[in-house]
């Protein structure tokens, strides 16, 4: 049977970038759900349609095809036959894709088309509710979170030395806003599983964030 890690967790805890790490050091796959829900989201957005149409919502995510392949080992998304990783890290993409994931119908496709490849290939996975929904029987289960503060201020060196202006004060109140929406919705809360080992990187560097939960996978 394939093997799997679950990574979950807030924005901003370093998910992505632990999971990369950890995944390349067992030799596993690393697969971004949150980039399935940009690609959906984008194609929300090609067909006009607005954050709050739920109905139109449903409807659309039908007709969406969403696959990912591995092209030297960079997960590549592809929505209706395009590669569209150069196009799913906007601001309105991202905010699309907070509002539309939260849809019944769109979560329902994307878990079916993770839990696809999880079956035959062994995976890290990372997203809101891996440990809880996806893989509930994963072989290991991380909860990986970081204070506001801590990731307000990752976020803040990344946009200024990107050259972007911005506060840190709004930045980490969007953070709580964001974490609030994100753990009240109704469908697939953002939530510890009870057998989810919480991980708080507040203070770790990547690489003992990284270190620790590869020990943790082999201590299993
Ligand atoms: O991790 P990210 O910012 O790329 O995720 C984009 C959006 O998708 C974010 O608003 C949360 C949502 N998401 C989700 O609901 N479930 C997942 N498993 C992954 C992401």
Redesign the pocket.
């Known amino acids: 049977m394939a093997k799997s890690i679950a990574i979950d967790g807030p924005?901003g805890a370093g998910k992505s970038t632990i999971a990369k790490m950890v995944a390349k050091e067992l030799g596993f796959i690393y697969v971004d759900?949150?980039?399935m829900?940009?690609a959906m989201a984008l194609y929300m957005i090609n067909n006009g349609i607005k954050a709050e149409e739920s109905d139109k919502i449903s409807a659309t995510c039908q007709t969406a095809d969403i696959t990912i392949k591995y092209e030297d080992g960079v997960q590549v998304v592809y929505l209706n036959g395009e590669n569209v990783n150069g196009l799913i890290r906007t601001e309105a993409v991202?905010n699309m894709?907070?509002a539309s994931?939260v849809n019944g119908d769109v979560r329902k496709k994307l878990v079916e088309l993770q839990q696809k490849l999880a079956e035959t290939t062994d995976v890290v996975m990372d997203?809101?509710?891996?440990g809880t929904v996806v893989l509930p029987g994963a072989d290991l289960k991380v909860f990986l979170t970081a204070s506001s503060r801590v990731r307000a201020k990752r976020r803040y060196k990344e946009l200024t030395e990107k050259g972007v202006a911005c506060d840190i004060e709004t930045i980490e109140k969007d953070i709580i806003d964001r974490d609030y929406r994100?753990s009240h919705r109704e469908n697939s809360p953002l939530k510890q599983a009870e057998d989810a080992i919480l991980v708080d990187s507040s203070y770790m560097t990547i690489e003992e964030v990284a270190g620790k939960i590869i020990e943790l996978y082999r201590a299993k």
Do not use: K
Not at 127 to 130: C, E, F, H, K, L
């Open positions: 924005a759900t949150g980039a829900y940009r991202g894709a907070s994931s997203g809101r509710d891996i994100d």
